[in-house]
């Protein structure tokens, strides 16, 4: 993945396919992004330029950029040598706008609702570390949306560069309510309660409020850390402001001596607030799953030569997901072949070990995500396509389905036909799907079973499985594990 350098001269941006708007932005006036083919425009009214003039200018922008916590930009020339003597600029919505920047490409855009608790963490402290910074510069964001970062690997980057504006002394951080809402609040359910913030906010675009937090912290939750100032406190004011104008309320700040010091304080404290929050999921029995799941040494060898020639059947990958990654042996693995790994894991404990194990590792190439895929991530926010659903996300060159259709069939009562329909659908065309057969005779698919009605999975059936597989593709390849009760498919999507 290519960070594009300030310093150097824009290359012409090529495009082959139509200009077209990114649904989740229009939020903001002066700023919107467009997608051309793979390329990541934004385009600034005159406001916004200048705004953006000056940030590129500014002693903070650019190192945060080299150092990869904000997503390479460029400002792209105008006039027709833009697009290579297309004439997209002339006769498309990219008309009319003051500038056009260039982003970085970010390999795969997830949502804070697919994040661990420690992914939730380091990217709000990322987000508060260049707000910080920004200050200390004469600069501020208008918003604290979780939204505005995403990842490469286990590495938050922030992306919203039209987020910067100038400062001015006495004006409060607009994006205080937002940060609270969409980041310090899912991390207080979790450390302070014990609870997942994920269908918190995949329930609702704009976060928790204030109003959904106080009855959850009163009595002696009252003084659990940041919860006084951040939810109560935050609240009254809230309720107080109701009737009062933004600008009311810059100048009552103004007039209080509210200054860019006491600003960077406020920032500097709630850092602190959140390096203090903390939830480690409590464990299941998916966490042991690589010595409990029944495999011999000869079965793990043979499917780890399996998957790896799968992955090696048509060279380098530009994107693998690994459907029901568990603690990521084979997104790693994937990894040694592939520009992006996607692991995928329903279980929150699991996912989050395998965040802070790969962070560890310094793993800039494999991106853990938590999902039930039974109830995968759907569209949201404005019209249901403000936030992209995963299946409109995920288009893979192989998708790896390891030890998971017995668990959707049996343990989710869904259909065969339905799972490999779905799992067929993630893969790119020309793609590959790389799928594992648990026969009912074993081990762990006989224990899904027992839980069952008799009789109620006449069709789960090695047979019907694989007439149903050559019905989506070409089976290229297949290897019965020396156990006997397991079967590993490589299809070829038509």
Known sequence: ????????????????????????????????????????????????????????????????????????????????????????????????????????????????????????????????????????????????????????????????????????????????????????????????????????????????SPEQMGPLFRGARRLLPGVPTHVHLHGSVQRRSAVTSTSDVRAQLRAAGYTRELAQATVRGMEKLVRRLDHQPPPTHWVDYQRTCGYSGDDRSGKERFVTAALSVVGRRRLVLDLGANDGRYARLAARHADYVVAVEQDPAVLDRLYRTLKGEGERRVLPLVMDLADPSPGGGWRAVERASFAARASADTVLALALVHHLAIGRNVPLSEVLSCLVGFVAPGGRLVVEFVHPDDPMAARLLANKPDGIFPDYRRDAFEALLAARGTVEDRLELPSGTRTLYRLARS
């Open 1 to 208: 993945m290519v960070i594009p350098d300030l310093g150097r001269s824009p290359k012409p941006v090529r495009v082959d396919t139509e200009l077209r708007a990114e649904p989740g932005s229009f939020r903001d006036p002066a700023n919107q992004v467009f997608h051309a083919g793979d390329e990541v425009l934004r385009a600034l009214d005159e406001t916004a330029a200048t705004h953006w003039r000056a940030l590129a200018g500014s002693t903070f922008f650019p190192p945060l950029v080299a150092a990869g916590k904000i997503c390479g930009t460029e400002e792209l020339p105008a006039g027709p040598e833009l697009l290579a003597g297309s004439e997209l600029l002339a006769g498309s919505a990219l008309a009319g706008w003051a500038a056009v920047l260039r982003h970085e490409r970010i390999p795969f855009i997830s949502h804070p609702y697919e994040w661990s608790f420690a992914m939730l963490r380091d990217a709000a402290l990322l987000h508060l570390e260049i707000l910080r910074a920004a200050l200390s510069a004469g600069f501020t964001t208008k918003d604290g949306s979780a939204y505005n970062l995403q990842w490469r690997g286990t590495e938050p980057v922030f992306i919203d560069v039209g987020s910067f504006v100038p400062l001015r002394d006495g004006e409060p951080w607009a994006g205080y309510r937002q940060f609270c809402q969409m980041l310090l609040y899912p991390l207080m359910l979790g450390a302070h309660l014990g609870l997942a913030f994920q269908p918190w906010l995949r329930a609702q675009v704009d976060g928790i």
